[in-house]
């Protein structure tokens, strides 16, 4: 098993930048892709950006292009979503997920508890 912790979260203005981080334990030999998803009031949740094992690969949503970041720091065993120009509908809960190389088909086998990020306008 693999556990997810994420921090980072909080309160900014519309304009302004949050760091999130996503710290995996347990079996992390294991983990392949990782990404942040997110959850808004009332909405479904959603695909925000990805990237994979050697992080030379990332995806990102289309509302998030060009704003936001992912990276991450497998010595570390630690992803991170740097999001920059926030904007009010950015506001939701900010989960960390995590793919296992030994499942096959490649599923989001492990999700963090979320972390709350709101976007002041």
């Known amino acids: 098993q693999v556990q997810l912790v994420e921090s980072g979260g909080g309160l900014v203005q519309a304009g302004g930048s949050l760091r999130l981080s996503c710290v995996a334990s347990g079996r992390t030999f294991s983990v392949s892709d990782m990404g942040w998803f997110r959850q808004a009031p009332g909405k479904e949740r959603e695909f925000v950006a990805t990237i994979n094992r050697s992080g030379a690969n990332t995806n990102y949503a289309d509302s998030v292009k060009g704003r936001f970041t992912i990276s991450r720091d497998n010595a570390k065993n630690t992803v991170y979503l740097h999001m920059n120009s926030l904007r009010p509908e950015d506001t939701a809960v900010y989960y960390c997920?995590?793919?296992?190389?030994?499942?096959?088909?490649?599923?989001?086998?492990?999700w963090g508890q979320g972390t709350q990020v709101s976007v002041s306008s």
């Open positions: 997920a995590a793919k296992d190389v030994f499942t096959v088909p490649p599923m989001w086998n492990y």
